[in-house]
């Protein structure tokens, strides 16, 4: 069982930058591959950003690439998505979630695990 806990959402200016931040709780964080997904309003969830178990592999939907890092500290547990240049269009509830498989980092039924979401608001 691993328990998901996401901070560091907020309200920010676009062009501005956040880290978000997802605690896990046990001890087999360092065997689960982690994704960050969101859902803006209105639209379904979709995938941004994805790590492997060791973070030598990272996988980023198109829309964010080259603006958004994603890396991992097993010692603390802790996955994070760092964001910079920031449009109104990355307004969204963001989503840590946790794959034991690893096999498909992009698609949401891969994954087993999901935290509640932190909200992410960029003004225009």
């Known amino acids: 069982q691993v328990q998901l806990v996401e901070s560091g959402g907020g309200l920010v200016q676009a062009g501005g930058s956040l880290r978000l931040s997802c605690a896990a709780s046990g001890r087999t964080f360092s065997s689960y591959a982690m994704g960050w997904f969101r859902r803006a309003p209105g639209k379904e969830r979709e995938f941004v950003a994805a790590?492997?178990?060791?973070?030598?592999?990272?996988y980023y939907a198109d829309s964010v690439k080259g603006r958004f890092a994603i890396s991992r500290d097993n010692a603390e547990n802790t996955v994070y998505l760092q964001m910079n240049s920031l449009k109104a269009e990355d307004t969204a509830v963001y989503y840590c979630?946790?794959?034991?498989?690893?096999?498909?980092?992009?698609?949401?039924?891969?994954?087993?695990?999901w935290g509640q979401g932190t909200q992410v608001t960029v003004s225009s």
């Open positions: 790590i492997s178990i060791s973070g030598s592999r990272k």
């Open positions: 979630a946790a794959d034991y498989s690893g096999l498909q980092p992009s698609l949401e039924y891969d994954y087993d695990y």
